[in-house]
């Protein structure tokens, strides 16, 4: 089936209805005014789907992810299914935000089917009514004002923190800016409201073993995948854990980077290997690192001293490789979600990755409490599971170019699936 020209069709339409927005006349008569304000919201409404119209009354109980219905029940907005809505427009386009990367942007490098922006997600419990509404950026503004979120972890991070900057942008421009350490800022002045990155592919202190003694950024993430790297398991990365304290939400995530070669250190140190063809070392599995990286930035974060922000763990976003892995031949074909009768298989070493991340939250959330931190959980990893049709696929670069992989099931197409977990982050911001 062909597919229509979505961006230019966008922007003509979002074109159109500015051009033809009448002006406000000085003198109305009443029931003139009721019809033409009737008009205009049936007119936005299904021009524009309501994006950015819900304003939700409901609360957020102690559990970040569960969210009172309509009718009373609380519905866990982690647990659902994928619904096919042929009527949804995306937050926004690579025709309407600048910052898109390459290897995220499908629109631009010809993915031939979006039908991957064609659902969205109906949490279980929840009724229709509230699997329909939008991300309400308006809400979120008020709720961050005079604030500031800090997201580290690797390039789904990254990831997110476009999906996040890109949806806000539509309301206002954000400005944007570097400070040095590796910081990349998104301000948005009207609001009083920053957005804050830091790339690190582990949180944990860390090297490459054959390079230079302090860790690098992303312009040479490389060579960090080709590694090995040295990873201290039981110290934060100190270039972004003393800024946590000057934010009032930090958000923290990254598992993939630990299926990489790595020689692993305790007090300094050597305590085992995975991969790393070093002699008379203990070899180790890379959920084993996982695990310890996150007990060890989970307990700082809940016991750092002038911290009284808000700390929130986002889980491992499973890949989907078929027939092979990342360079020997997989591929991510799937043009819809997978079925919801179909049984919750993970791959390995995603599946341990996930348990590991959710027990040590779990472990954390008490030394949090008496240290007056709230940590928070983020689960993503179920409802993106189901969604194989969501990645760049051959679509992440044009031709002859190559931005890390070839064929990419990893990442996620912008805009896509993972404009969801603004909804789960608005959702905890809400419920403090």
């Known amino acids: ?78 647990r659902g299914q994928w619904v096919r809505d042929p009527a949804a427009l995306p937050y926004y386009t690579n025709a309407t935000c ?36 939008r991300f309400d950026a308006a809400r979120f503004f008020r709720l961050v004002r005079g604030k500031s979120i800090l997201f580290v972890g690797d390039s789904m991070a990254s990831s997110h923190v476009r999906s996040l900057v890109c949806t806000l942008a539509q309301v206002e421009a954000p400005e944007r800016s570097r400070s040095p350490g590796g910081f990349e800022h ?44 040295d990873l201290h ?35 300094g140190r050597v305590a085992g290997c995975h991969a790393c063809g070093l002699a008379n070392v203990t070899a180790l599995r890379p959920e084993h690192a996982q695990r310890a990286a996150f007990r060890t930035v989970l307990r700082a974060l809940a016991g750092m001293k002038g911290f009284k922000g808000t700390a929130i763990l986002r889980t491992v976003a499973p890949t989907h490789y078929e027939n092979g892995g990342w360079f020997d031949g997989g591929e991510c074909t799937a043009t819809e979600p997978a079925d919801p009768e179909d049984p919750e298989e993970m791959a390995e070493p995603d599946g341990e ?34 969604r194989p049709d969501g990645h760049p696929d051959r679509y992440g670069h044009g031709p002859g170019e190559h931005e890390g992989f070839d064929i990419d099931c990893l990442h996620w197409c912008l805009p896509g699936p993972i404009d969801v977990w603004n909804d789960l982050l608005l959702q905890i911001l809400a419920g403090r």
């Not at 995220?104 to 659902?119: A, D, V, Y």
């Not at 002045?189 to 949180?203: G, N, Y």
């Not at 779990?362 to 240290?371: F, I």
Request: proline share 8%; charged share 20%.
């Open 353 to 386: 990755f996930y348990r590991a991340q959710v027990e040590e939250f779990a472990a954390a959330a008490e030394a949090a409490r008496r240290n007056g931190v709230r940590l928070r959980l983020m689960d993503v990893t179920k409802m993106m599971l189901r």
């Open 186 to 229: 998104w301000r948005f002045p009207a609001h009083r409201f920053t957005v804050t990155f830091f790339w690190t592919p582990f949180q944990v202190r860390w090297r490459l073993s054959r390079g230079p003694p302090e860790a690098v950024g992303p312009e040479r993430q490389g060579e960090v995948f080709a590694g090995p790297t």
């Open 98 to 133: 600048a910052f898109i990367e390459g290897y995220q942007n499908c629109m631009k490098h010809g993915k031939p089917s979006l039908e991957f922006l064609r659902w969205r997600w109906r949490p279980d419990g929840c009724g229709d009514e509230l699997g329909r509404r």
């Open 1 to 78: 089936m062909k597919t229509l020209p979505v961006i230019p069709s966008l922007r003509g339409l979002l074109a159109g209805v500015r051009r033809t927005r009448p002006d406000a006349p000085k003198i109305v008569s009443v029931p003139a005014l009721v019809a033409f304000l009737i008009l205009a919201a049936v007119t936005f409404s299904v021009v524009f789907l309501g994006p950015f119209q819900w304003s939700p009354t409901t609360t957020t109980s102690s559990s970040s992810s569960l969210i009172s219905s309509s009718a009373g029940a609380e519905c866990d907005m982690t």
């Open 233 to 267: 398991l039981d110290e934060p990365d100190q270039r972004w854990a003393p800024a946590a304290k000057g934010h009032d939400y930090v958000v923290v995530s990254a598992s993939h980077w630990f299926a990489r070669p790595a020689v692993y250190y305790r007090g």
